[in-house]
């Protein structure tokens, strides 16, 4: 297994053609890699994808490889067309593909006419601009086939469709057939069936679920897609990339010769990432061979159909970086799904996250044909669509197409797990409106008396929290839980966790450094609508003597004695706090 294909054998190969060393970062062009920079050889890929044919979809994160291993394709497969199309085929002499001793395989190189698309380029917040945009992409698709429009196998009716794209003025069933029309358009004048490449082509449906026109968006893709996509005639083959996994939104229902190849799938499992030996000849040959253990416990950690993967973009410029061991893939997105799960989190949800961000796992099954409606009401989709991202993995990758299947899901390394741990601590911040009063807070629950901390709670519930918010005991407890992340010398907080004689509310332990200097603490929570005062003061005590003490909450927990905190909230902001020591 190397090279980029699972049936290959031999070991990782890297070239460097002019033998400076220098590691690509965010370049898409293949030529440009193979001209001036190091490149993990990907290329015996071309093989498998040979072989099966048909149109297949690569769903896997962002930044792991996907357009790059596009414009290999497009490369390897595209005939030189003079004023056009370059010839493109010395790149590959002395990349792995050239070594395979068939020629079914080396007659497809400079073979076929190809179309490139890249959906990224696409975008707006109404479908108007969103369509105008693809309309634009396509044009310019058209334009480098320019050439069509000089074409003695077309009709007059071909070329002026050509012109009408080219110009912009497409209709919109014009601009719906505009892929199946170039495809026949290319075969009929090359006399070759074309290659049709398109990366990320889920980008228009996120867009439009994002905005609004989610189901315009979805009719548009299927009818563009499934004309060019369903014909065994006028097509070599198809390679779709993409994060999400839509299928379920019916885009490629009519496709018979279609295959999904997800992170759970095993034939291209080396297609995308860095496997392991591809690591260490990479790091060996910059100078870096003594960095694999710490590159491994950074960037390592996903498997991809039983195949330990590192995430390419964070080894790239950890590399690049000088061997700086920091985040580098987290910090290239908003990471909105991350930080959407933890700011609507329930208890459950939330005691799951911490596990994840304290190298725990959470046992969910996996659906990956994502159904854009479900992602913000259904927590099972929430996981789906984090594991789709690359934010979480697993190593229960068999029968990857049962959805029914419970599957031990996993943050895969560092880098990951300390986004999980900031996004965490970044909720605290907000439910305490600053991170000066989240800072003066948190000293109060450790050191101060239940006068300093009614104060600091009612100072972060003025700032921070709307009353409606404050609803229930449930909502208060998740409130107070929030705000206990991120404390110095803590662990993350635990909620409802058996100790002594029952189930505190919250218990937050010392780490393993500051056992012996700082306290646990235990914090009950109550909830009085429309009460008064000294009737919340009255609810708060009778919770410190009645449960916390009464049922030794401090039993067994780690830390030089336990703090215990009684906290009684009502629906207008009010507070109070019973504090006591325990030693």
Known sequence: MCNGSVTAKGPARIADRRGKGIVPIGIESFADVMARHVYVDKTRVVVDLVDRGGVTLFCRPRRFGKSLLLRMLQCYFEAPVDGYVEDFGPLFEGLAIMDVDDEYY???????????????????????????????????????????????????????????????????????????????????????????????????????????????????????????????????????????????????????????????????????????????????????????????????????GGEAVYNPWSVLNYLRMGCVAQPYWTNTSSNDVVRRLIARAGEQTNAQLTSLAEGGCVSTPLDLSIVFGQIDSDTHAIWSQLYLAGYLTTHDVAEPNNTGLERSLVVPNLEVRQLFSRELQERAVSAAGSRHSLANLHTALVTGNGDSVTYELENALLNSVSYYDLRDEASCHMWLLALMYGMDGYRFPRSNREVGRGRPDIVCEPDSLHETELPAIVAEVKFCRDAQEDELTKIAAGALTGQALAKRYAHGLAGNGAVFLSVAFDNHKHVAVARTAYA
């Open 106 to 304: 080396t007659d497809e190189r400079d073979a076929h006419p190809v179309i490139y698309l890249s959906l990224n380029v696409c975008g707006g917040d109404t479908w108007k601009h969103m369509r105008e945009s693809i309309a634009q992409m396509v044009g310019d698709e058209y334009r480098r086939h320019a050439y069509l429009l000089e074409s003695s196998a077309l009709l007059r009716m071909d070329h002026e469709y050509c012109e009408h794209i080219l110009r912009g003025e497409g209709s919109l069933s014009e601009l719906e057939s505009s892929l199946s029309r170039l495809a026949k358009m290319l075969h009929s004048h090359h006399k070759q069936q074309p290659v049709i490449l398109i990366d990320e082509y889920d980008k228009i449906v996120t867009e439009g679920f994002i905005h609004g026109y989610r189901e315009q968006a979805t009719d548009f893709l299927k009818r563009w897609l499934t004309g060019a996509l369903k014909s065994t005639v006028d097509l070599r083959l198809a390679v779709l990339t993409g994060v999400q996994r839509v299928s379920k939104e019916s885009i490629f229902s009519d496709l018979n010769n279609f295959t999904v190849d997800t992170a759970l799938d095993h034939q291209y499992s080396e297609a995308f990432g860095f496997t392991q030996s591809e690591v260490e000849e990479l790091a060996s040959y910059l100078g870096h061979g003594s960095t694999v253990v710490q590159l491994k416990q950074w960037y390592d950690g996903y498997d991809f």
